[in-house]
């Protein structure tokens, strides 16, 4: 959190990425420090995936991730 907040206070657009199992610490965080950044959430858990599976949740991501880096 605290690099994509860093990220665009330099005025470098960005989104980051975590699993829906933290949407509600990431939305706590953002607010402590005063950001919204812009946000994809993913299938948890990503531990221990395959190679394999970790494609088709990055494939299932860039329309969202892309959505939000052009809004």
Known sequence: ????VDLEGRGVPGVYV????FVDGAERQAEALGADPAAVFVEHPIQDRTDD??????????????AALTK
């Open 1 to 4: 959190m605290h690099d994509i």
């Open 18 to 21: 975590a699993t829906r199992e």
């Open 53 to 66: 599976e970790m494609r088709a949740i990055a494939d299932a991501a860039v329309s969202a991730l892309i």
